[in-house]
Structures are given as C-alpha cells and as structure tokens.
C-alpha cells in the first residue's frame, strides 16, 4: 500500500487528462457474484403521514420513497452497524425526515426510528431535511448529521441549519438535536459531513458549505474537542473567493491527528462558463489553522443520461468520496469522463500516499468501461484492500420504457488490479423519484465490518410508485468476481464540446443541490 501511489502511475502510465489510454475490452455481465446472496431491505413503511411537512405550491413529495443513504461501523463491536437515510423525498429538495436504523448483526437484521430533525419527526423549526451522515468515535459513540431547513435558497423567510445527534448505545437512543449553526434568508448551508478522529474520542469534526448573498460559499467546519458535550462555533476554514465555491466537503483524520478537508471547488467565469476541481486543505492542529488548497484533479464529469431519451439522471457528478487506508494512504473516488475523451463517465480514483502533498494521475476502475458509470463509494479495508461501489448502466436493454441499472463492488490490493462482483439484479432506474432528475441519492455507502465489506445503497423496487425505492444492506459474504485492470488517462487539450458539457453538468450539479442557484449566482 505505501507503493499504492507510484504503483497506479507505473502501471498505467500517463497522468492526468482526458485523452484515453488503451482500455481492456469490454466485459460481459456476469450472473450474480453469489446465487440467492441474502440483500436485506432495510427501510419499510414511512413513519410520516404525507401532509406532515406541510405543502408547496409546484412541488412532489414521494411517500415511501428512500434516497441518499449514509452508514458507519462500530469501531468497538464490527457487528454494529448503523445507516441513515432520507425518508419521503420531495421533488424540489429535502424529505419529510431522515430515518436510522441500528443492526448488531453485521446488518442481517435493522431497528429503524425516526430524528427530531424535521417538522415531521417533531422539530418545529425546520420543515425539511436531507444530507444525512454518521461517524463513530474510536469509544463507541455514535453522531448523526443533518441539513434542515425551510423554503428555499435565500428565498424570504427561508432558514437552513446543521443539526448533530448523539448516541452512546449504538444507535439504539440519541440525544437530543444540537444546532452548530442557523441561517435565514441571507446564507444557506449546504452538503455536511461528519468525521470523528479515529484516535482520539475528544475530536470530531462537522463541515459543509456556506452559500450567501455575495456570490460566494467558503467551506465551514465546527467541532468538538470534549467529545460531544460542547460544539465550537462554525467557522470558514476555506474561502474560495467572489463567485467561487466548494462543494462536497469531507473530513478524515490522519493517525498522527493531521485532518484533510477534501472538496469540490467550482468556479464562474466572467461569461457564466463554469469549472471545477478536486482538493483538500490540511490542519495539523486539529482544525484551527488551514493550509492553501492542494489541487488533486481536474472535475471532467458529464453527468448520466437514460441513453435512449435523453432524460436526466441525478448522480453524484461533481461530488466525490474519500477514504483513509491503514497506512495512512488517501483514496479519493469520482465520476469522469476523461477515460473516453468526454463520451461517457467513468469511475476514476486518486491516491496520495504523503497525507495529501502529491497525489496519483485519475486512474478508471469500472469493470465495463462502454457503460456510462456514476456515484462511487469508497472504502478501505484494515489489510489494505481497496472497495469501491457504483452503479452503472451495462444491463440496459433497449427498451425505451426502462432503464435497467446495476450495482457493483470492485475490490483491490494495489489499486491497479481490480476483482468485480455484482452486488444484486439489476432494477429498473425509471421506477426513481424525480428530483431534477431520476434520484437515489448523491452518495452512497460502504462500509467494512470484520474484514469484509458491507454495501449499504438504495435501489428501486417493482412496487410501481406506492414504494419507489429503499435502502438495503449486502451482509459480508464471499463471491465470486471478475479481473480487471485500472486505466489512466493521458494528459491532453480538452476539446470544447468537452468543456461544454462539464460546464453544463456544473450547472445541472449547483441547481439541484440549491434552489434558487440561478438567482443567486449569477455573474456580473
């Protein structure tokens, strides 16, 4: 794994762009990795009754339906495993609430209850919630994190906030919502997440951007020192600047305490066009100082497409996911088009092995590189193994009225080689809500538990649209999988078409995560 870095580029060759090199040839799809594997639907019936949150005027909420699931493993007890997710998503942003769910059966059984974090689950400040995310600290307790909020961005009257819950059973019980920060109509708080170190138990450590009026979203972080029982106030680690902003933001936490804040920077030129990248930023005392921002590729994401009508899928593009390997190896996962020169994205993987000095050129690792890939997940395993999740869309037919989707796991040593397996059927991706576009969530999840991985994802169901989706946990299990390669990319011009259509996916990205994106970005 301390080769891991060099190992990619050896291999490989090349560094980053969007030039492909030569690929392996496509793989055929395999039946299911193990016959009959016991997925296990976690979610069931909503709690909420389908006026709890109130109504607005051009807008849907989806009673049943379950998107964006996050889940964390008990440092303390590997059995316990806990995910959260939203329940009741609304077509225009949020849900009626976020449910979690606790299993201390390596995830063969659930308990689920709802989060005072929303009007329906007995908060009476926020009417909506959405981003949900948990950390366990090294002692066994247990956070939650949530954005609610009511109406929408900048909009009169609206207000946003960061909530945090603790539970020192396992998910069993929470205290309760404790609010790290609040805002009206001038600022609106966007994609949290949480991270406790995993050494120390004093330490954990919330972020998420900041949007206001002046055009521009810095990244913001509280934290607490004292293990939950007093939260510093939320404070900017990382202004961008004017009509500049991060997105994505996600915290780790070396063992030597180090802390990387790894995120999305996206930026508006003078003309509207919009790019990204990316990065982290480091502290090494424990989050009050922060370095310059360390550049780690360029965002080349398209988005997905149903390939025969054109219709939107919300993926997580331009959102990315990092992991901390044992030997303190960064992984840093996300979609990407640079492997087939703009045509499709594509699963891509970074790697810093000097706690995020220098990084790794983006390297593919989705099994069929001719299907349009997205929303990676990544993990690491205590002997090293590599694991990242995805969906792609290689079992598609050529049925207009479906579109048939797959989820997958692609595991490695060396971050070079890749065994893939299929972690259930194909569903049919149609069946989704529609939240600008077909949704299951930003982000996925996986976690390890016991030496093995455990996807923890939503799909949808063939219940037609009284239970569109649910989340649903794959206990560890052996299988068989498929060898395959990593590719890098070779560095070279983007064509414009490219650069168009990165743009334009931006845009899709900031107006689905931000209502009211338009009004409040625009440039000058």
């Known amino acids: 794994m301390l080769l891991l870095a060099s190992a990619i580029s050896s291999a490989c060759g090349g560094s980053g762009g969007n030039d492909p090199a030569p690929a392996s040839p496509a793989l055929p799809s395999p039946s299911l990795s193990v016959p009959g594997a016991p997925l296990v639907r976690v979610s069931g019936t909503s709690p909420f009754s389908v006026t709890c949150g109130g109504s607005a005027a051009n807008d849907t909420v989806y009673p049943n339906a379950e998107v964006e699931p996050y889940a964390a493993t008990n440092p303390t007890n590997p059995a316990n495993i806990v995910g959260i997710w939203q329940q009741d998503r609304w077509a225009g942003g949020g849900a009626q609430g976020l449910i979690v769910a606790a299993s201390f059966d390596t995830g063969h059984t659930w308990t689920q209850q709802p989060l005072p974090v929303s009007q329906c689950a007995g908060d009476g400040t926020f009417a909506r919630a959405s981003d949900p995310w948990l950390t366990f600290s090294p002692n066994g307790v247990l956070y939650a994190l949530s954005l609610s909020f009511t109406g929408g961005a900048l909009e009169p009257n609206s207000q946003s906030g960061i909530l945090v819950l603790r539970s020192a059973d396992g998910g069993k019980t929470w205290s309760a919502p404790v609010t790290l920060i609040a805002d009206g109509s001038t600022a609106f708080n966007d994609k949290c997440s949480m991270n406790a170190d995993p050494h120390d138990a004093n330490f954990v450590y919330a972020v998420w951007d900041r949007l206001n009026s002046q055009t521009s979203g810095p990244s913001y972080l509280a934290r607490t020192t004292d293990g939950g029982q007093a939260w510093e106030a939320a404070r900017a680690i990382y202004d961008p600047g004017p009509m500049s902003q991060t997105i994505g933001n996600e915290i780790v936490v070396l063992a030597d305490g180090t802390v990387i804040d790894y995120f999305t920077q996206i930026d508006t030129a003078a003309g509207g066009a919009l790019s990204s990248f990316f990065a982290v930023v480091r502290s090494s005392d424990h989050g009050v100082t922060w370095s310059a921002p360390i550049e780690i590729a360029t965002n080349l994401g398209i988005g997905t497409r149903n390939p025969k009508t054109g219709e939107a899928v919300r993926d997580g593009s331009g959102l990315g996911q990092i992991a901390l390997g044992p030997g303190g190896e960064l992984l840093a996962v996300w979609q990407d088009a640079r492997f087939s020169n703009g045509q499709r994205d594509g699963i891509?993987?970074?790697?810093?092995?000097?706690?995020?000095?220098?990084?790794?050129?983006?390297?593919?690792?989705?099994?069929?590189?001719?299907?349009?890939?997205?929303?990676?997940?990544?993990?690491?395993?205590?002997?090293?193994?590599?694991?990242?999740?995805?969906?792609?869309?290689?079992?598609?037919?050529?049925?207009?009225?479906?579109?048939?989707?797959?989820?997958?796991?692609?595991?490695?040593?060396?971050?070079?080689?890749?065994?893939?397996?299929?972690?259930?059927?194909?569903?049919?991706?149609?069946?989704?809500?529609?939240?600008?576009?077909?949704?299951?969530?930003?982000?996925?999840?996986?976690?390890?538990?016991?030496?093995?991985?455990?996807?923890?994802?939503?799909?949808?169901?063939?219940?037609?649209?009284?239970?569109?989706?649910?989340?649903?946990?794959?206990?560890?299990?052996?299988?068989?999988?498929?060898?395959?390669?990593?590719?890098?990319?070779?560095?070279?011009?983007?064509?414009?078409?490219?650069?168009?259509?990165?743009?334009a996916n931006l845009h899709r990205l900031l107006t689905r995560e931000v209502p009211g994106w338009d009004r409040m970005r625009r440039p000058p």
Do not use: C, M
């Not at 000097?354 to 001719?370: E, H």
């Not at 972690?423 to 299951?440: H, V």
């Open 348 to 503: 891509a993987i970074a790697v810093s092995t000097d706690a995020g000095l220098t990084w790794s050129p983006p390297a593919q690792l989705n099994g069929d590189t001719s299907a349009q890939a997205f929303t990676p997940s990544v993990q690491a395993q205590p002997d090293g193994t590599i694991g990242v999740s995805y969906y792609d869309l290689r079992d598609d037919t050529a049925d207009a009225a479906t579109l048939l989707t797959s989820y997958w796991l692609s595991q490695s040593t060396d971050g070079v080689h890749w065994q893939e397996s299929r972690i259930a059927q194909p569903f049919d991706l149609e069946l989704a809500p529609t939240s600008s576009g077909l949704f299951l969530g930003d982000y996925e999840a996986l976690v390890s538990s016991g030496g093995a991985f455990v996807p923890f994802y939503v799909q949808t169901n063939n219940d037609g649209t009284a239970d569109r989706t649910d989340s649903y946990a794959l206990p560890p299990q052996p299988g068989a999988a498929l060898a395959l390669r990593s590719v890098t990319a070779k560095a070279a011009p983007l064509a414009s078409a490219f650069r168009s259509d990165v743009s």
